[in-house]
């Protein structure tokens, strides 16, 4: 059965910091954080949003009334959930109006969440063909003022439609994953952020790639040749540099200089937004699919998600014919061009501020423009209270 990717949209906060300022302010040379780390501009979750509203608004600018009625998983892949308890997936299931004959789960492993949900939604499509699956990635990426993960930080949400038959992009079913019990990046249950060896962090992820591609390729005897573009976990978008150069080190350089063409592609969006954990792959994904040149029809693109602590995977899938039109590229360019920039003074301010940690109401100031249709409006009797305009 060909089951896929039918939908894409993203979804990031109205606000951001410029990463060249914020250097200057640091003390450190601006090319550090726009070439050496690869971002642009940050973008910032006021206490409006949360990876919920995040998640809501991404679901909110893809779904129609037909996918309402069809859908009946919502899987929400997140490390910033809002409760020890309940899912994030109930509240998107309410705030986008699914039909209720539906199951929601959250899913939680680093930025590996929404890859998991990706291959939970693949076999339940596969036992009931006729239902889609909402997948979710929404996250809030805080490593806190003056600390090395500073300029890697970001916000936003992804949301995609899975279904048979897909219009955009059919995933292969002969992925290789791999999971490895280390210590690179982890929040523990005290802490609002997380804890990291960043050093350890990106080889971990290196070597993790490099292992499940040699398995991938192993298993499928598909080589580089059979791709037309890699797309990988974008933490800060030099990565995806690193990761090509990486998983072509053993082959003729030509094959370095073909993926790095559709690099530059795969990383606008994600420059002007950050990390978004477990969203970032998909981020990519999209802006590889809107910002390149249309692919051949059956191009076939490498996918790989990286979850710290760890799991990653290697996966791909094959474009569908005249998938371009059942993207939404003129929303999302509009979700990032009309964003306000915030002074550094501004942002310091924002990532100061913090939700009740002792369980007192709060009525949340969303009086601002481009709040998105979903947002955080307060929370009464520990009761977290959404409007949807
Ligand atoms: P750092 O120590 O601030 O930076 O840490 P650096 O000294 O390593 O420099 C970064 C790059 O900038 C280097 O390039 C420098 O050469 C270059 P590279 O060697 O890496 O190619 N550079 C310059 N380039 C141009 N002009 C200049 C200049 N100066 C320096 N003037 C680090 C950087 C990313 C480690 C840090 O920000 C951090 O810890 N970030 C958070 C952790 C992270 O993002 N890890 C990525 C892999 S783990 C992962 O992806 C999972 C994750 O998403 C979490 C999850 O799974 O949930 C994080």
Redesign the pocket.
């Known amino acids: 059965m060909d089951i896929g990717i039918d939908k894409i949209g993203f979804y990031t906060p109205n606000v951001y910091v410029d990463m060249e300022k914020l250097a200057e302010v640091r003390g450190?040379?601006p090319?550090?954080y726009t070439?050496?780390?690869g971002q642009e501009k940050m973008a910032i979750a006021p206490l409006y949003h949360d990876s919920v509203s995040l998640a809501a608004n991404a679901a909110l600018s893809i779904l129609d009334d037909e996918d309402r009625e069809k859908i009946d998983f919502v899987l929400f892949g997140s490390?910033s959930g809002v409760d020890h308890s309940k899912s994030g997936a109930v509240w998107v299931h309410h705030l986008t109006g699914i039909q209720n004959e539906a199951r929601c789960v959250e899913l939680k492993h680093?930025?590996?969440g929404a890859t998991a949900g990706i291959k939970m939604a693949m076999g339940h499509v596969a036992l009931n063909p006729d239902k889609k699956v909402l997948v979710l990635g929404a996250d809030i990426?805080k490593?806190g003022l003056n600390t090395?993960?500073?300029?890697?930080q970001g916000a936003g949400a992804v949301a995609m439609v899975i279904s048979q038959n897909p219009r955009i992009l059919s995933l292969d079913n002969d992925s290789a994953p791999l999971t490895r019990n280390i210590s690179?990046?982890w929040r523990p249950l005290h802490s609002d952020v997380?804890v990291?060896d960043?050093?350890f962090?990106?080889e971990?992820?290196l070597g993790m790639l490099k292992d499940v591609w040699k398995a991938y390729s192993k298993k499928t005897q598909r080589e580089l040749s059979d791709f037309e573009a890699m797309c990988f976990?974008l933490?800060?978008t030099?990565?995806g540099k690193?990761a090509i150069q990486a998983i072509t080190e053993e082959v003729d350089e030509s094959e370095t200089k073909r993926f790095m063409e559709s690099y530059h592609s795969s990383i606008f969006y994600n420059k002007q937004v950050g990390?978004v954990?477990?969203g970032?792959l998909y981020l990519s994904l999209l802006s590889l699919l809107e910002q390149a040149p249309e692919f051949k029809e059956d191009a076939r693109i490498g996918l790989f998600s990286?979850?710290?602590?760890?799991v990653g995977e290697f996966f791909s899938g094959v474009l569908k014919p005249d998938y371009k039109k059942f993207l939404k590229k003129d929303a999302h360019e509009s979700v990032l061009d009309d964003r306000r920039e915030l002074s550094i003074e501004e942002y310091e301010t924002i990532l100061q501020q913090s939700l009740p940690k002792n369980g007192d109401d709060i009525d949340i100031d969303n009086e601002q423009v481009n709040v998105g249709k979903a947002y955080l409006s307060s929370i009464k009797g520990n009761v977290r209270n959404y409007t949807v305009k």
């Open positions: 450190v040379d090319a550090k070439i050496g780390i490390e680093a930025c590996y990426a490593y090395g993960g500073e300029p890697t690179d990046f997380p990291v960043g050093k962090s990106n971990a992820y976990h933490p800060y030099k990565m690193k990390n954990y477990t970032s990286y979850g710290s602590g760890a």
